[in-house]
């Protein structure tokens, strides 16, 4: 038996999802092409069939991850279950020197052979999850996992892995995942989470020289050859997103719909399951709700723009996902990353819009067709909280709207970062040039100077925290990923890449990162937004 296998089956439990929920275990392999019509489960066991051609080499893993965890990253590194995953080097090399085809290696269904046994490095239990979901503002039906595998749980959290092949959803795609997507996913959560805002993890991320042909990044029609990677992440409840909910709802499967329902309040919200249906299920959306809310409202201080908003993005937990085209602002007012999203709808002054019509039509697979004003309150009050907090003023909605008029009064001068001059205000006092006579930042230094002298206890402790939490030093910015990226790609030295994670883990330590990040990481970059750097299309 591998040491592999051994440190995986140590790693790893068996999801409790299976226990619970029903599963597809029809035997499948890649050369039977997908299926349209998977009805009455949440998912269908898989294997991990491109693992054979990405023979997947270790770049990094997150220190943060592996303690979340309850492990040790050395320790991740050294195992062969996550360095190189050696094993499969190993047996495909064995397969060549006996001149076997690869495709030799599928044939045997029941996974009695020689590659499907060593596959147990993946559990038996690895599966890809089915769901729905709204994309672009309309319903497309069954979508699922086309690229990912869900390996097992640990510390309660469900552990995927993204870019491991082909599976039963993945219908035209390939399964693969380019190197430069799944590491942009592996840096935003890792910096989500430095910002204390909701996020699946990251735990591992690896490269292979496989390619896999993608339109450019620049959004051009033009396909080119792209480098392949491989992701490992965890959440709470991965598998179940918006879209698990709304297709059954679609298919009129009210069976599997209170199923979900009530794995989803036993396991997401502990909340006890006794009640009547309609009742479990107006209380799902409420505390969905909350949850989206409250991620709606960090994107919002924060300056976040997603990207891709569709409804099978959206995970009932209430933790961002699915990082593909996605920004920080910085001296734009109303950015749009995403090269593919050509109506604009997913840009930043649409994102809470977008997140509203999600928890709508969550409601709405649920019979809960007020969900999108409940959002709309509870975000509101979430967000005033948290702009108050930013501006290191006390809570209320004056303050909330000074607040905001501020933010929009920065983001109208082209000139100014966002973050980078919200910092200087608020530490500081530091008013640009730009802004000198804008009343509302001259409203805000009498306010905070009286704050102070009337509450100096209070005003300290709110400075400290807007400081310490809410105004990051470090901007997690595209330009500098991409260079990081490119780096890679030409000394194959993850350097660079490691650097970003470090400092995504520490976005407000200021003497760290002024003493070890060069002086470009912390600034916009002088050329502005560049398609295929800045701004990217959905083509991953």
């Given amino acids: 038996e591998s040491s592999s296998m051994v440190a995986l089956d140590n790693f790893l439990t068996r999801p409790k999802i299976l226990d619970c929920l029903p599963i597809d275990n029809e035997v499948w392999f890649p050369a039977l092409g997908s299926r349209s019509e998977i009805r009455g489960v949440v998912g269908s066991f898989c294997r991990p069939y491109a693992l054979a051609e990405l023979q997947p080499e270790l770049v990094c893993v997150s220190k943060t991850g592996a303690v979340t965890l309850g492990l040790d990253a050395d320790e991740i590194c050294n195992s062969d279950a996550f360095a190189s995953l050696s094993w499969v080097k190993d047996f495909v090399q064995k397969t060549k020197e006996s001149s076997s085809s690869l495709d030799d290696l599928f044939i045997d269904l029941d996974g009695s052979n020689e590659f499907m046994n060593q596959a147990a490095m993946l559990p038996q239990w690895s599966y890809a999850s089915c769901y729905g979901g709204h994309q672009f503002g309309v319903f497309a039906g069954q979508l699922g996992d086309g690229r990912c595998l869900t390996i097992g749980e640990r510390q309660n959290y469900e552990l995927n892995l993204k870019g491991s092949g082909q599976t039963q959803y993945s219908r035209n795609g390939d399964g693969l995942v380019t190197f430069r997507s799944a590491a942009r996913e592996f840096l935003a959560a890792e910096y989500l989470h430095g910002l204390n805002i909701p996020t699946t993890r990251s735990l591992a991320l690896w490269a292979s020289d496989l390619q896999a042909w993608r339109a450019a990044p620049d959004g051009t029609n033009y396909a080119a050859p792209e480098r392949t990677g491989l992701l490992a992440r965890f959440g709470t409840a991965l598998s179940l997103r918006f879209g698990t909910l709304e297709l059954a709802a679609a298919r009129g499967d009210s069976i599997l719909l209170n199923q979900i329902v009530d794995f989803a309040l036993d396991t997401i919200f502990s909340t006890s399951r006794t009640g009547e249906a309609s009742s479990k299920r107006a209380e799902l959306v409420l505390l969905t709700a909350d949850r989206t809310a409250r991620l709606a409202a960090y994107f919002d201080v924060f300056g976040f723009v997603h990207g891709v908003l569709n409804t099978d993005n959206f995970c009932l937990a209430g933790e961002a996902l699915d990082f593909g085209p996605f920004a920080f602002v910085e001296t734009e007012y109303d950015l749009s990353p995403n090269l593919s999203d050509r109506t604009g709808r997913y840009r930043r002054t649409k994102q809470v819009s977008a997140f509203r019509s999600a928890v709508a039509h969550l409601g709405d697979a649920l019979g809960q067709h007020n969900s999108g004003h409940i959002f709309e309150t509870l975000y509101e009050n979430r967000r005033n909280e948290l702009w108050c907090a930013r501006f290191a003023l006390r809570m209320n909605e004056d303050n909330a709207r000074l607040a905001l008029t501020i933010a929009d009064a920065i983001l109208a001068v082209p000139e100014l970062d966002f973050s980078n001059t919200l910092?200087?205000?608020?530490?500081?006092?530091?008013?640009?040039?730009?802004?000198?006579?804008?009343?509302?930042?001259?409203?805000?230094?009498?306010?905070?100077?009286?704050?102070?002298?009337?509450?100096?206890?209070?005003?300290?402790?709110?400075?400290?925290?807007?400081?310490?939490?809410?105004?990051?030093?470090?901007?997690?910015?595209?330009?500098?990923?991409?260079?990081?990226?490119?780096?890679?790609f030409a000394t194959e030295d993850p350097a660079d890449i490691q650097l970003l994670i470090e400092a995504s883990s520490r976005p407000f330590d200021h003497e760290w990162l002024q003493k070890n990040l060069p002086s470009s990481f912390l600034e916009p970059s002088v050329q502005g937004r560049i398609p295929g750097q800045s701004l990217l299309s959905c083509s991953s």
């Fill in 423 to 488: 910092r200087k205000l608020i530490l500081d006092r530091i008013v640009p040039l730009e802004l000198s006579s804008s009343p509302c930042v001259l409203e805000y230094i009498d306010r905070i100077s009286r704050f102070e002298r009337d509450h100096p206890v209070s005003a300290h402790k709110a400075l400290e925290y807007a400081l310490n939490f809410l105004n990051p030093v470090f901007v997690l910015r595209n330009s500098v990923i991409h260079d990081a990226i490119e780096s890679f």
